[in-house]
Every structure is written in C-alpha cells, then in structure tokens.
C-alpha cells in the first residue's frame, strides 16, 4: 500500500491548501445543488421553466424546425457527439494506452476509476428517475435510456475535468493547467447545451448532469489526493511557481 501511494503521490494526484478547498467547496456544493434539482424535478415550476427554454429554441410555427440555419444543426449533433459514450471512451482508452506506456499507473488507475465509476452512476440515478425523455419537440438524435440526468452533460464533465486533472500533473506552468481545466469544463458546458438544443433532454436534465459531473470529478481528485499525501512541497496540486 505505502508503495502504491507513494507512486501516487509521485504522479502528482496531491493538493495545496487553497486547491483543496476550492476542491471540497465544488464538491459538496455541486452535490447539493444535484440533490435540490432532483428533489423538484416533476413539479410544476420547474415543468414551466424547462418548457420555456425548449420551446425558445424552436421556430413558434413549427416546433420541428430549429433555431439557426441547417449548419447550425449540423454542428449542434457533432458537437453532442463529442459527449456520448463511443467519443468518451475512445479518448480515455487512448490515454490510458500513453499512460501505461509511460509508466503512469497510478494515473491510469486515477483515470479508470474516475470516469467508469461515474459513468455508471449516472445509468443507476437514470433508471431510479425514470424521467420521459421530453415530448414537446422532435428529437434531432437517437435516445436509448430515461432523460435524468443527462447522461452526456455528466459524462463530458467528468471525463474531460478528470483528463484535465491527469494532464495539468505533466505541465509546468500555472496558466496551461488553468486552460486545461477550463477548456474541460467549457466543452462539457457546450455538450449540455446542444443537448437541449436538439431536444432530447429538458434544461434540468442538462443542469442536474454538470452539477454530478463536476461533484464526482472533485470527490474522485479528492480521494485520489488523500490516498497520496504529497512527501514535498513540489507536489501541491494545481500550483506552479511559473
């Protein structure tokens, strides 16, 4: 065990002060903000509120043609495209594939756990919910399982947030691992969205997926960074003197 998380601590998964509260705050609060939206879902405010945003991204005379040129839709499916799971887990198999050559194990094990566990906690909250997908609009792609929570606004978020956290271990400066990060977590916004724009998830879906995604990314970062206590200063997470 000492061997394991000392291998750990020397792929970087550790954190200062500042980021581990930053970390904490995120995850309970994101957490809690998944738990107040599953708890009023169904309920007429919110029925009011995502019918609304729906309806708005549709032309008023017909609810079948969507705002924006052709292109526009287009770009809207590949975007969504980059969330689901055929995208997700080719890109995390890639990664693994260069971390293990490199002989990163514990951030290849950090990455696997991550994302497979949140992925499937995200199909178990689904089938507890069971939520109709929404019928106001057409649905401008294929769906297979229940709408709560966005199984594409949860799977972006934790994918590309933990990607993120893996990669920012390996570069020196402080603006690069920001950008990361950032980068992450705006793709994953971008994903949400065209979800809803192509109508096969109500807004609250989409809200309820970001909050889970980023509260499971920082509670697997957290666990990660308490099972690989730093030994040096050099090894605080998130902050370079460049």
């Known amino acids: 065990m000492r061997d394991s998380t000392s291998l750990m601590a020397k792929s970087g998964f550790s954190g ?10 995120n995850a309970i609060g994101c957490l809690a903000g998944f738990a107040a939206i599953a708890s009023v879902i169904g309920t007429e405010t919110v029925t009011t509120v995502d019918r ?13 043609d969507p705002w924006g040129p052709p292109w526009f839709e287009e770009m809207a499916a590949e975007v969504s495209a980059l969330g689901g799971y055929t995208i997700l887990l080719t890109i995390f198999a890639l990664v693994l594939i260069t971390l293990l050559l490199l002989r990163k194990q514990p951030a290849a094990l950090f990455l696997s756990l991550a994302i497979f566990s949140g992925i499937a906690l995200s199909q178990v909250l689904k089938l507890f919910f069971d939520r109709p997908r929404p019928d106001l609009v057409e649905h401008m792609d294929k769906t297979f399982t229940s ?3 966005s199984g594409h606004a949860s799977g972006s978020m934790i994918t590309y947030l933990t990607l993120a956290a893996v990669a ?9 691992r920001l950008f990361l990060l950032w980068a992450g977590f705006f793709l994953a916004i971008l994903i949400g969205v065209s979800r809803i724009y192509l109508g096969v998830h109500w807004p609250s879906d989409v809200v309820a997926g970001w909050l889970l995604g980023i509260s499971w990314a920082s509670l697997c970062w957290l666990s990660a960074h308490y099972l690989s206590r730093p030994r040096t200063a050099d ?3 998130g902050h370079s003197r460049t």
Do not use: C, E, K, M
């Not at 002060?17 to 705050?25: R, V």
């Not at 609304?52 to 079948?64: F, G, K, Q, V």
């Open 16 to 25: 200062g002060q500042t980021s581990l509260s930053w970390i904490w705050i």
């Open 52 to 64: 609304a945003i729906l309806l708005s991204l549709r032309d008023r005379d017909n609810y079948a």
């Open 147 to 149: 709408s709560f929570p």
């Open 168 to 176: 920012i271990r390996f570069v020196p400066l402080h603006r690069v």
């Open 235 to 237: 090894d605080a997470l």
